[in-house]
Structures are given as C-alpha cells and as structure tokens.
C-alpha cells in the first residue's frame, strides 16, 4: 500500500518535475569529464533549504542516478570517463565506437544502466523494511563497530594502498572533532579561534573535498583532452529486443554484484563496476574480446555501477551509513531537512522512504528516456572550455557555503579542504575513506562512549555481543586479507631494472 | 627512464606535516578536562586518533624510503600539467574571499571581476575566452546576485 501511495505522490507534477530535473542535469554534468555527481550535489543541497524535504532529496537523487550514467557518453566518445564508476566502460564503449558503432555502445551502456537501476530498485524495495527492522536491536557496540567494519572496508577496497586508505579514514575522523563535542558539550582543539566553536560544518567540508579539489585538479590538467569521435546523424540509440536476449544472465549477474557491492558501507559505482567486469570476463566464453569493443564489457560496466546506486541507499536508510561516498551529500542533505536516516526513518519518515525508493526506479526510466533522445546532443557539449567551467563552479561553491551559516569562516574551510583534497590525491590517498571518515566520526565517538558507559569500560562487549563480534570479525578479516594481497603483490614484483640516471 | 620518485617526496613530506598536526591536537588536548560523566572523555578520541596518525605516517614514511628502489617509471602522461593555473585556481579565489572578507567589493562586483580574472588566466588571455568571460562575468555577478537573494533567498556577501 505505502508503495501505491508513493507512487502516486512521485508521478504528481512537482516530485516528478524534480526528479526529471535532477536526472537530466546529473546526466548533463556527469557527461563533462572533471565534473561529478558529487561535485553537483553539494552544489544543490544549499539550494534545496527552502524547498520540501522529499523532493530535495528526490532532487539530489536524480541527481546521482543521472550522473552515473552521463558518465557513459564520454566514456564512450571521449575515452575519458565522466565519472570514475564509468571508468570500465571506456575499455569497451571506446573501442567499439572506434569501430563506426557509437550508437550501439551508447545503446548497450543505456540499457543496462536502466536494467541495472530497475534490479537494485526491486532490492532496495525488497530488503530496506526488513533490515531497518533488524537495525532496531543495534545498541550502542553494534553501532560502533559497524562504522569501524565501514571504515576498515574502504580503506582496504579503495584503489592505493591499504596504510594510505586508513590514514585517509584516520584524517577524515580527526577533521571532525574540533568544536563542540555533542556527548558532553566540551569544546575543544579550536587552538584558541573563536570560529572554530563550531567546528568544521559538513557542507563547506564536502564543497571542498569534492568540488575545490576537483577544480583545482583540472586546471593543473587542462590540456588533457580526449580524443573525440562523433556520432552519425542516421544513428539510434535505442536499443532493440533482440540485442538484449543474450545479455540477460550478464545484466542480471552484473546488476545483482552492483546491488551487493553498493549494500556495503563506503563502496563506491567504481569497484561495482570492476567486479561486475572482472567476473564478467571471466565466466564469457570469448573473455579475448574483452577490451576491443566487446558487447559484454560495456553490459557488465554499466549494469553494476547504476545497481550500486541502489544499493548504496540500503545502508543509508535503514541505518544511517552512506554505501557510497556520494551518498555522505545526501546523508548531509537529509540531516539538513532536519530527518535522521537510521533503523527509525521508516516510522518517523516513512512517506519521505517510500517516496524516495520508488522515485529510485521513476529516476532510472526518466535516466532512459533522456540519454535515448539527448546523449548525441549532449555529446556535442562535453567539451566545454575549462576556463569558463572553473571560475563559475568556485563561485557556486562559495554561494553554498556562505549560504548555511552567513560565515566567510566557511568559505575558508572550503579552500582549505580543497587543497587538503588535492593533495592527498596527488599523493595517491583514496578520498572516498576521508569522506566516510567525516560523516561518521560523530556516531562512532557518541556510541563508543555510550557502550562504555554501559558496559563500565569494557570493550569486551565489541566481541560478546553477537552481531558487534560479527562486524569486528569482520574488520579484522578484511584487514587482514588486505594486508596479505599487498604483502604478495610486493613479493611478486619484478626486479628494479638498472637504468640510466 | 627515471623512476617516480614524486610520491617518494611527497609521501615523506606528508608524514612529516602530519605528524606535525597530530602533535598539535595531542597539544591541545591535554587541555580538555577531565572526564566527569562517562570512562574516557572528550579528549581520548582526539588523543587516540592523533596517536595512530603518527603510527600510520611513520609507517609510510619509513616504507617509502625502504621501498623506493621499487618505484615504477613515471608513466607517460600525453599531455602538459599547468602547476601555474593550478596556483592561480587557489590565490585569485583565495583573493576573492578576501576582497568580500574585508568589504572591498560587493558580491556582485567581485564575482564579475573574479569571473573574467580567472577565465583570463587560465586562458591564457585568449581573444575568445575573453570576449566570451566579458559577457558571462557580469551575468554571474549581477544577475547571480538577483537570482539567489530574490528567488531562492539565500544571503551572499554585501
């Protein structure tokens, strides 16, 4: 019944009008390598303060939805994707454009997008109500040590190395600390500033970590450009029955990887998407064509990275911990419409949930009728002139932190996170931990101390407990594979070459 | 080829800084109180994080240097980096707060002479980026201006 009723409410004029208006510009700047999903998202939620909760946040996720795939049209016409998620669809959208077919690569990479979607939206359906039940016997230990598993989880999966993933986690949790502490109202490490009182806020943070970062980057690249190919005017994108018969165990395979993936905590589109890949090769019978425009690949790229999508809002309404990086800017935006995510939403918020995972799989149809009738228009503006795009996204960066608070403070702290960003990536530190880091230290310490309080300062509960002990067994197993793939990837490594220096 | 020793110096110099941060906080939390209601308080968190901070940078820092005969060959790029736009991305924005932060410009003013500024820089002053930045910059500042104060009411720098 609730999702009758919130059906009916997403295809009412104003969430459906919101919706088509986040899925065509997420679509229209995820296109434009440089950009981001990430990056226009934490442009908007400022923009969202005065708007309805529901559909701010059906906004912001059609946003994410269009995003992942406009990242397919440069991916696959630009050999630059527009999103890293899109990332493995360049080793066979590009070639296969390359061959005279970038209507057919566009048109698999579409279809499976929406496939994809359509999969994880029927999980996110299915298994939200039952583990927001579940989450309702967390206490405190099973809170804390599921942002620790969270944590250990993407600094070990993120690309880089397993130290610099949890350093950047460590970061990420420290830069949440200064300012008022909520668990006891104690001020602290403000070092004497009397704007630190409120620390650092959440929306100037990600501005800088996704957005400033970002700018920064590409005018350091500005002359990276891809190497176009244009589409022929007879060209369709629509993609035809026929062709979609054989891939359907590889949709279905690639979508439900995508969706299980996303349901972990931290993980982003771009793992998905090389899993999703990775198995596909490996179970095709012709794993050779794979890399040279091969049907399969560009199937299993965009299937899993728009299933992980859907996953990643699991954990992020039934208890409060983003699945993906991306999803911290929506965790920040609900927080700012004053709605908590968490095993609770369902009965405080329950019309705001059901909107928003049917307007999930509305967003994902929306996502296929625009790029079927505007990707090869699209396409043509891919290539704007970085000189334009950059100034104009710093000053919506600065319109959006101003905004929140009325603090030049923020701003600041913008520019500031920014360069933190910019070269924690230089130096090959994954961003997504810092992020997830960030957004969780707050619970972590808040239910670290009321677990020890409880227990009267024993972390013996941390593996007493039984669902605490799995997600500590977790962890450490995590960590510990981890460690042991870098130990043999460096015991494998072949010998340094003498060169001449 | 020569190999990638960059991440080699930068690794270390971001160890250093952040064992220099780290020390900061394990600083200034030795001036947080007590705890009163609950085992361990608002600084052992800080304290706790500061330490494996400095346990994570030594341990990078130290691997670095021991693995560096390891390091792979800097791989081709195919295009140019532009250090120099990249710095004017962070001083002209830098320099806009600024004039905003002291009252030395509007909003409105500022944004369009940040606007064109920039575009200028990282173009290189190209005729058309400069033409066309001319054009877009006063759009952004006066009619960004209008847009958010009067439609979406939020408030900007005066």
Known sequence: MEALEALQHVLSPYPFLWIFVGVASGIFVGAIPGLGGGMLMALTVPLTFSMDSTNAVLLLMGMHVGSVSGGLISATLLKMPGTPSAMMTTFDGYPMAQQGKPGKALSLGVGASLFGGVISGIFLIALAPPLSHFAHKFGPWEYFTMVLMALVLIASISQGSLLKGLMSATLGLLAAMPGLNESDGQLRLTFGFDSMGDGFNLLPVLLGIFVMSQIIKDALEINKKGVGIKMGKGEEIFPKFNEWKQHLFNIIRSSCIGTWVGILPGIGASISSMVAYGIAKTFSKTPRKFGTGHDEGIVAAESANNANAGGALIPLITIGIPGAPVDAILLGAMIMHQIQPGPLLFQTNGDLVWSLMIGYIVANIVMFLVMVFSARHIAKAVNINRAYLIPIVFVFCLIGAYAATNRMFDVWVVIGFGLVGFFLDRARFPLGPFVIGYVLAGIMEAELRSGLQMSEGSFLPMITRPIAATFTIVALVFLGYSIFQEWRARRNLPPPESTAE | ?158
Not at chain 2, 11 to 24: N, P, V
Not at chain 2, 103 to 123: D, M, V
Not at chain 2, 151 to 158: G, K, S
């Open chain 2, 1 to 158: 080829m020569s190999r990638n020793y960059r991440i080699l110096y930068l690794d270390i110099t971001i160890s250093l800084i952040l064992i220099g941060l780290a020390t900061a906080v394990l600083l200034a939390a030795k001036e947080i109180p007590p705890p009163f209601f609950d085992p361990i308080g608002s600084a052992a968190f800080p304290k706790y994080t500061a330490y494996l901070i400095i346990f994570l940078a030594l341990v990078i820092g130290v691997r670095s240097i021991l693995l560096s005969r390891l390091l792979a060959p800097e791989s081709k790029r195919g295009f140019k980096l532009e250090p120099l736009l990249a710095t004017y991305t962070v001083g002209v924005p830098a320099l806009y707060v600024f004039s905003m932060n002291l009252g030395w410009a509007s909003f409105r003013i500022a944004t369009t002479l940040f606007i064109f500024a920039l575009a200028a820089l990282l173009s290189r002053f190209d005729k058309r980026v400069l033409i066309v930045s001319a054009i877009i910059a006063p759009v952004f500042g006066f009619g960004g201006q209008y847009l958010f104060t009067e439609v979406f009411y939020m408030d900007l720098p005066q």
